[in-house]
């Protein structure tokens, strides 16, 4: 019988958060796991940079020329690595589980820095299950990956900064959308002022003229109060907005790519049962975490957008600062070792925070649909309305706000598919606020279930015996 | 087939030749199986389980596990997560999906 693998951290997520981290625990001699789902490193933001391509820096901005640079010192050390492999286990001590496409294998670790990065905010509207409606991100990442651009009529519709830096890009491209549909109220500008003059001295400004100005040149601009529906004949055909003034517009496209900001992946604190915040301003969960990135248990740190989305700018230098305090706990540097590393890296993230504010109150993400036929569950297929009957039985017979999600859960499978309530969660979360004025601090997080991902059943027979089912 | 909803802005030549339903796709060396799908022109391949809904690929980043697929006998691996690879086998249930 083999001994159980064991290192000394294991970093899940290869996006810059993670990769930074690994790198500097790798430098100082720590032996590391890397766990990432994809088949390379780079994560979503730096997705392709592997083998950038000699278009890269012109098609999608200067900033994402950091990529290849984090990989090649990721790649110089001496890091184990498992790609199209998920952690679908984790308990205190730490045992992981790592489920690989051929085998399950539970590591032990002294540290583990979850790094698992961000995630597209669900913009669920009528239509939105249909073949053919993407995300914003997913198109981006598309050109990314192998340069597809799409080669029909399409639209590019939402709330956040991704619709007009993914409109620049393709721009770039010479790819033009039928419309972009820009959502918001027009008071948010005014909510975001105050925090105007720290975004002006970022480096986030200067880009962001840059994506407006292409923006409104390139592609017409619709400003909208919201998406009423997406039409279709098993495709999408037309995207149905409410303008600002009240018209109602239908832009013909055969893709749609919505977007609704971004979003930490907390599933894996949550999954550890680590306590979670509810961000009023951002309108996500966030797990706690100290200025080093601490999470709250000892040896967790949470590092990058899973800690609360930053950019990936800011997640790299939270990487290396987990790294430092990291190497603390292992004994391979001192405390004032950690202090003189870090000084200029904590500069750098705080520089690159400042202009977050202002970026978070102008693109607040947009209210879900009031259609009661709208799936808020992709997984199982659960509607508005549907959720709204158990719930409201739910509250007739006297259950507590913060056991809806789980009866709802119970009863009608919303949040129980396979993407571990990550599509329906955020959605959820608005439905109950607007609705039931239950907050979602005082609804709580769908709790996560074993297997994080799913894996095959015969894999399970990898696990060692002796110990007990993992949570 | 389709016409692909999808174009390769470089053009470079499809060079690497996979079977999907016993169907011959070819794709670029980077793609992964859901992009070279999306490329060829083939927009969804499963349905959802409750309504029987066809659904296609959804977020490309592993979130949603709407475009799930079998790879080389491998079940339920997200299919915009596996590059693709020359002679790889994929079996979907697309039989069922396409109108």
Known sequence: MTGQPSFDAVVVGAGPAGMAAATELAARGASVLMVDRQASPGGQIYRGAVEPGHDAERLFGKSYMRGPALIAAFGRQSIETRWNASAVGVRDGFEVDVASPDRLERIACRILILATGAYERPL?????????????????????????????????????????????????????????????????????????????????????????????????????????????????????????????????????????????????TNALGCRLEWDEIRHSWQPTTDAWQRGDRDGLYVAGDGAG??????????????????????????????????????????????????????????????????????????????????????????????ALVSHLKAISRCGMGPCQARMCGPSLARFLDTRYVVSAADAGKPSQRYPAAPMQLASLADLPLDGEAAP | MNQAGFRRLDGSGASVTMTVDGQTVTADTRDTVAGALLAAGIDTWRRNVPSGQPRGPFCMMGVCFECVLTVDGVPERRACMVPVRDGMTIRTGRRDTTP
Request: a positive charge; charged letters at 20%.
């Open chain 1, 124 to 268: 669920a509207i009528p239509g939105w299950t249909m073949p053919g409606v993407m995300t914003a991100g997913a198109a981006q990442l598309m050109a990314k990956q192998s340069r597809l651009v799409p080669s029909e009529p399409f639209v590019i519709a939402g709330a956040g900064p991704l619709i007009w830096l993914l409109a620049w890009q393709y721009a770039q491209m010479g790819a033009r959308p039928e419309a972009l549909v820009s959502l918001g109220d027009s008071k948010a500008l005014r909510r975001a002022l105050p925090h105007a003059f720290s975004f002006l001295g970022s480096d986030y400004a200067a880009d962001a003229v840059k994506y407006l100005r292409t923006a409104y040149r390139s592609t017409p601009v619709v400003r909208a109060r919201r998406l009423v529906r997406i039409e279709g004949d098993g495709r999408p055909t037309a995207l149905i907005a409410e303008t600002r003034t009240g018209r109602s517009v239908s832009i013909p496209a055969r893709r749609v790519f919505l977007h609704n900001g971004v979003l930490p992946d907390a599933n894996m």
């Open chain 1, 309 to 402: 989305v930053d950019g990936a700018i800011a997640a790299e230098f939270s990487g290396r600062i987990a790294a430092s305090d990291a190497l603390v706990r292992l004994g391979r540097i001192s405390q004032a070792e950690r202090d003189t590393t870090a000084a200029p890296w904590i500069a750098e993230r705080g520089r690159h925070l400042s202009g977050r504010p202002f970026i978070d109150t102008l693109f607040a993400p947009i209210e879900p649909s009031d259609d009661p036929d709208v799936p808020i569950c992709r997984c199982e297929n659960v509607s508005a309305s549907r959720a709204a009957d158990v719930i409201d039985d739910a509250r007739g017979v006297g259950v507590p706000p913060g």
